[in-house]
T-cell receptor
Framework: AQTVTQSQPEMSVQEAETVTLSCTYDTSESDYYLFWYKQPPSRQMILVIR??????QNATENRFSVNFQKAAKSFSLKISDSQLGDAAMYFC????????????FGTGTRLTIIP | DAGVIQSPRHEVTEMGQEVTLRCKPISGHNSLFWYRQTMMRGLELLIYFNNNVPIDDSGMPEDRFSAKMPNASFSTLKIQPSEPRDSAVYFC???????????FGQGTRLTVV
């Protein structure tokens, strides 16, 4: 079974600075997807970024980028120019590309932005 | 698109009562998921449907929980009888196909007293 580990329960960053959230996962599969979801206090789950395992290039979405290290099974999220609106819980998630479409989530990292 | 719609947003019920949570997935999406979020256990999958058929219900806690998807536009999660330990936020999510991301509803916060 796949597992996702987020070892940082809480992180904080000064506004306008850069922060990196860590995620590692365990799988025996070679083809899968990885996601970062954001959950603000409104509790809505919002997709931040996705990465296909077969792609070597790291995904980027505006201020958000990932460092995907397939051999190390690592998938970190970098947030540049942090803004107050980035304050939220961030969840890393894994999904297989072999039949079962369920998402397996990490335990989350609570990100605080310091003005 | 209206997104995934869940109802109710909040539910408070007494122990022993039946609770029904509802979900309308995004039109055209083929798979639907029910997740439960608690402080202790995080986000855990309860059940997922593909083309209205239950594919993986290994996360359903016990016989008190049941889920149905009678058609492509509607699903229910029922708890009967409810217990205080069922208190959680229940999310519904849907995906179009295996290559796309999941979209979540706003969740139902269930409190069983």
């Amino acid at each position: 079974a796949q597992t996702v580990t987020q070892s940082q329960p809480e992180m904080s960053v000064q506004e306008a600075e850069t922060v990196t959230l860590s995620c590692t996962y365990d799988t025996s599969e070679s083809d899968y997807y990885l996601f970062w979801y954001k959950q603000p206090p409104s509790r809505q789950m919002i997709l931040v970024i996705r990465q296909e395992a077969y792609k070597q290039q790291n995904a980027t979405e505006n201020r958000f980028s990932v460092n995907f290290q397939k051999a190390a099974k690592s998938f970190s999220l970098k947030i540049s120019d942090s803004q107050l609106g980035d304050a939220a819980m961030y969840f890393c998630a894994y999904r297989s590309n072999f039949g079962n479409e369920k998402l397996t989530f990490g335990t989350g990292t609570r990100l605080t932005i310091i003005p | 698109d209206a997104g995934v719609i869940q109802s109710p947003r909040h539910e408070v019920t007494e122990m022993g009562q039946e609770v029904t949570l509802r979900c309308k997935p995004i039109s055209g999406h083929n798979s639907l998921f029910w997740y439960r979020q608690t402080m202790m256990r995080g986000l855990e999958l309860l059940i997922y449907f593909n083309n209205n058929v239950p594919i993986d219900d290994s996360g359903m806690p016990e016989d008190r929980f049941s889920a149905k998807m009678p058609n492509a536009s509607f699903s229910t999660l029922k708890i009967q009888p409810s217990e205080p330990r069922d208190s959680a936020v229940y999310f519904c999510a849907s995906i179009r196909d295996s290559y796309t991301e999941a979209f979540f509803g706003q969740g139902t916060r269930l409190t069983v007293v």
